[in-house]
């Protein structure tokens, strides 16, 4: 996507494709129509394709431009959680990382580990709780763990996996967020 696309560019075409019409969409975020119209019209101009199908009933969006307020939506749901993560950090309101991890991972790689975390994450303490891959793996799903330090392979596409070392250590997290 180009530079020229800005956050605000972002939350204009997921509210235009939201209520279907320029001129609700303007009195709501206090623009000038002609204003969001033409935001709107250089966005299409930069990316190369129509988002809006433009009648006089209102807008419906393109196939290409369900894609882009697709990406649009997920973009600024990111953005909230980030903004929000970094507010909780700021005040100092940001719960312990809760680490599972297998008796099969080295001390050392859990220093590493948590030293990789502090440094992300200032002041922000980890729990950490031992168990067997699948006592793990359950209290991943149950939410009473955030992630977890386990040998491969991990069964079940729920999982996202990293690995971190030549050996067969992955870092899970549930795909589900919120």
């Keep these: 996507m180009s530079d020229l696309v800005e956050f605000r560019h972002l939350k204009y075409i997921v509210a235009v494709a939201e209520a279907g019409n320029f001129t609700r969409v303007a009195e709501r975020l206090f623009l000038a129509q002609p204003s969001l119209s033409k935001q709107i019209k250089d966005v299409e101009d930069e990316i190369g394709f129509p988002i809006f199908i433009r009648t006089r009933d209102g807008v419906r969006a393109t196939p290409a431009g369900q894609m882009m307020i697709s990406y649009a939506q997920e973009a600024l749901r990111v953005r909230g959680e980030f903004i929000a993560m970094a507010q909780a950090v700021h005040r100092g309101d940001v719960s312990p990382l809760r680490l599972g991890f297998s008796s099969f991972v080295s001390p050392n790689l859990l220093d590493s580990f948590r030293d990789s975390y502090s440094s992300v994450f200032p002041n922000c303490s980890i729990q950490l709780s031992s168990g067997t891959t ?12 955030d992630a ?4 491969l392979p991990i069964e079940g596409a729920v999982w996202v996996v990293q690995q971190l070392t030549e050996s067969p250590l992955v870092v899970c997290t549930s795909c589900a967020f919120g």
């Design 134 to 145: 699948a006592n793990i793996l359950e209290r991943l799903e149950q939410r009473s763990l």
């Design 148 to 151: 977890a330090l386990l040998p």
